[in-house]
């Protein structure tokens, strides 16, 4: 007597350009319609939209929306993975098939979660505008980076390596309006404790420890800040770390000079 044989769970059908939707949003966790748009670089806006909606109709994506908002289009819908996209997912070899299990909860995210997924999407889309024809940008958000235990805990937001003649490499950490000040502070000592440790030269073969970028809230907690590190880095730490200094509205304006601030 023979055994049954499972059957094999048969993919949905979608296209290249729906996949890279699904891999944009296991990497940032929400994005908006413009960003989609933005990211996958496509001509036309309606194609794309014709994507989404079509992936929503699979149960591959779901959708947030203030219903005024977007029927008076002022407001772009927000989008996250579905269940479905699990099983699509799975087949990709560069990814953390344990980190889908975040699916399911995705619907009960708190509005400053998603704000926080949102911008960080946004300051991807800015440093893409900003680097130079022949640089190389890679971008590993915290679904990127779990595992690694050799980098700072907790994880930073991002981790960036821009590879020109030189490759240059950065731990990104954005703040929101609604974190104090204290945190900021902590999160500056944690950075001094991790150089301090040399986990980053023991683990690679770099040479240096990646420049850390700060994104503030607001233009006095940026001010504030850049006197608390200023203030640490000339006791022991001026040879060992390098840290830049932004605001959010920076970011937005998309102002390639003076965005960011050395600290020294």
């Not at 950490?173 to 900021?184: I, K, M, N, S």
């Amino acid at each position: 007597m023979t055994s049954k044989q499972t059957p094999k769970l048969k993919l949905i059908p979608i296209t290249d350009k729906q996949k890279e939707i699904l891999l944009y949003l296991y990497k940032f966790r929400f994005l908006n319609t413009h960003q989609i748009q933005k990211l996958l670089n496509h001509k036309n806006p309606n194609r794309t939209l014709s994507w989404i909606k079509n992936l929503i109709e699979k149960k591959c994506i779901n959708r947030h929306y203030d219903r005024k908002s977007f029927e008076d289009n002022t407001k772009p819908a927000t989008y996250y993975l579905g269940a479905k996209a699990r099983h699509i997912l799975k087949s990709e070899k560069n990814l953390d098939f344990d980190q889908l299990e975040y699916i399911y909860s995705e619907h009960r995210r708190e509005k400053k979660f998603i704000d926080h997924c949102l911008f960080l999407a946004d300051v991807y889309l800015f440093l893409l505008s900003q680097k130079e024809e022949k640089e190389d940008l890679k971008f590993f958000t915290k679904v990127d980076l779990n595992g690694y235990e050799y980098f700072p805990q907790p994880l930073p937001d991002a981790f960036i390596a821009v590879k020109g003649q030189d490759t240059k490499r950065y731990f990104l950490d954005l703040f929101d309006e609604y974190t104090p000040p204290f945190a900021l502070r902590q999160r500056i000592r944690k950075y001094l404790e991790y150089a301090e440790n040399s986990e980053w030269d023991e683990n690679t073969d770099h040479a240096s420890l990646p420049s850390i970028l700060i994104i503030c809230p607001t233009e006095s907690l940026k001010k504030h800040i850049n006197l608390y590190a200023k203030a640490l880095l000339e006791k022991t730490y001026e040879d060992k770390i390098s840290l830049f200094l932004t605001t959010k509205t920076r970011i937005n304006v998309g102002d390639k000079n003076n965005v960011w601030q050395k600290v020294e």
